[in-house]
């Protein structure tokens, strides 16, 4: 685990992952759920007309110690990118986050620079999206974390040193 993580994920019930694909999320939640024993929840791909709100609130409301591997703050960034509008107003959002923080929960933006999560996703996946399309998601990342920083405690981990 990296120096410092016990610093700030101490006291935190619930830890919020989210980030652009190949900043880090699932090697930094393996390590948390192991070593301070929370569940580890993993977001996946959710069909059209799925309710994302009561999905998410629903996972919120989980008894016990949780660690989230991509959550409500993706469909905020990938929803306006990827189909033109968010399945999740920013109100919904908001609330989603105020439930995370009534919890003790924290919002983590991981994030890095755009050539290294390009070659992460490379050695990974064999391909990555081009560079302007990363520099449009970390972005927009930025951005949702900015805004959601007024509903629940937000820290920002760039993750490009991790892989040095």
């Not at 939640?29 to 996946?44: I, P, Q």
């Not at 009561?54 to 991509?70: E, N, S, T």
């Amino acid at each position: 685990m990296k120096p410092g993580l016990r610093d700030w994920a101490d006291g935190h019930d619930l830890i919020v992952l989210d980030g652009c694909d190949g900043a880090g999320k699932t090697t930094l939640a393996a390590a948390l759920a192991n070593r301070r024993g929370h569940s580890l929840v993993h977001a996946t791909l959710t069909p059209a007309g799925t309710d994302l709100f009561a999905k998410y609130h629903a996972i919120l409301a989980r008894p016990g110690p949780q660690v989230l591997d991509r959550s409500f703050v993706s469909e905020l960034v990938h929803g306006p990118l990827d189909r033109g509008h968010s399945r999740l107003t920013f109100e919904q959002a908001a609330h989603l986050a105020a439930v995370a923080a009534q919890r003790g929960g924290i919002l983590v933006h991981l994030t890095g620079q755009p050539d290294q999560i390009a070659a992460r996703l490379l050695a990974r996946d064999g391909q990555a999206p081009s560079l302007p399309r990363i520099n449009a998601l970390t972005s927009a990342y930025a951005e949702v974390f900015t805004r959601l920083a007024n509903h629940a405690s937000v820290i920002t981990i760039d993750t490009t040193a991790a892989a040095a």
